[in-house]
């Protein structure tokens, strides 16, 4: 059984970090893209950052570039997702996702994995 779980959520004032983890288990992951995903209250689903596997290329988009970095870990089986300089509209719940292709990266609709969540909350 496939499964993703999110760690690493909670509290943090506004222009703090926050390190998520995914830790991935249930089937081989090479090949696959890794993506992380918000979804405020109220709003659509919101691709994040994503990243292939074994690391190497990885996928920005304009929003959190700058502040947000994606990394992988593939002898413990974790992607990461360090948040800098977090600003209150950071706050969401952040999903770990994973995708056997690379169309469409920042689609929901493109993965097949979802992890349950983790909640992150920034205040001001």
């Known amino acids: 059984q496939v499964q993703l779980v999110e760690s690493g959520g909670g509290l943090v004032q506004a222009g703090g970090s926050l390190r998520l983890s995914c830790v991935a288990s249930?089937?081989?992951?090479?090949?696959?893209?890794m993506g992380w995903f918000r979804q405020a209250p109220g709003k659509e689903r919101e691709f994040v950052l994503g990243?292939?596997?074994?690391?190497?290329?990885?996928y920005y988009p304009g929003s959190t570039k700058g502040r947000f970095t994606i990394s992988s870990d593939t002898a413990k089986n974790t992607v990461y997702l360090q948040m800098n300089s977090l600003k209150p509209e950071d706050t969401a719940v952040y999903y770990c996702?994973?995708?056997?292709?690379?169309?469409?990266?920042?689609?929901?609709?493109?993965?097949?994995?979802w992890g349950q969540g983790t909640q992150v909350t920034v205040s001001s």
């Open positions: 996702a994973a995708a056997s292709t690379i169309r469409r990266v920042t689609e929901p609709s493109t993965y097949e994995y």
């Open positions: 249930g089937r081989t992951f090479s090949g696959y893209i």
């Open positions: 990243i292939n596997w074994g690391g190497g290329t990885t």
